[in-house]
T-cell receptor
């Protein structure tokens, strides 16, 4: 079974620029999560999708972050404009149908904002 | 007070040692408790999963949950250099796909 795919793996941008990250979850997984992991911290949820609907985006800084999941499969997370404090690893995770609990994480995209 | 507290370490032990990793939490509504292992430059992977209080053993790993004290532990027996990683505790309110609340992670180094 192929894992969660993310791209790019690394990105360096200047502050005020925009950036987009892509995630392809495990096939058939209905639930998709985006987490932000700042250096030395645990992952923090940004947004959760169930199929292509948003379940929880309460911690997403909506003035600069946006996310979509078209057709309930791939997802894109965008930051515009980026700030220095957005430097972090952005992790995508997916989870199967109800009755399963495990979230499978991708390798993450490491963003550096200079 | 953060919902989940975890000592970030680092923790260094010799090969073969018993390792104890711990987390405390403040919200008694947490029901599901997990330990994830994260190697450098990789995403977290699930190591242990426990529902409510009690112990669970899987090979060299034992997870303990004490809900009365709001305290969870992960024990690693006969530690190996391949166990060198960051260990993240995580919790959730239900099994229905709610996002996980993570601790900061403890960095473990096992020397041969």
């Amino acid at each position: 079974e192929a894992g969660v795919a993310q791209s790019p793996r690394y990105k360096i941008i200047e502050k005020r620029q925009s950036v987009a990250f892509w995630c392809n979850p495990i096939s058939g997984h209905a639930t998709l999560y985006w987490y932000q992991q700042i250096l030395g911290q645990g992952p923090k949820l940004l947004i959760q999708f169930q199929n292509n609907g948003v379940v929880d985006d309460s911690q997403l800084p909506k003035d600069r972050f946006s996310a979509e999941r078209l057709k309930g499969v791939d997802s894109t997370l965008k930051i515009q404009p980026a700030k220095l404090e957005d430097s972090a690893v952005y992790l995508c995770a997916s989870r199967g149908t109800s009755g399963t609990y495990e979230q499978y994480f991708g390798p993450g995209t490491r963003l550096t904002v200079t | 007070q953060k919902e989940v507290e975890q000592d970030p370490g680092p923790l260094s032990v010799p090969e073969g040692a018993i390792v104890s990793l711990n987390c405390t939490y403040s919200n008694s509504a947490f029901q599901y408790f997990m330990w994830y292992r994260q190697y450098s430059r990789k995403g977290p992977e699930l190591l242990m999963y426990t529902y409510s209080s009690g112990n669970k053993e899987d090979g060299r790993f034992t997870a303990q949950v004490d809900k009365s004290s709001k305290y969870i532990s992960l024990f690693i027996r006969d530690s190996q250099p391949s166990d060198s990683a960051t260990y993240l505790c995580a919790m959730s309110y239900n099994q229905a796909g709610t996002a996980l609340i993570f601790g900061k992670g403890t960095t473990l180094s096992v020397s041969s």
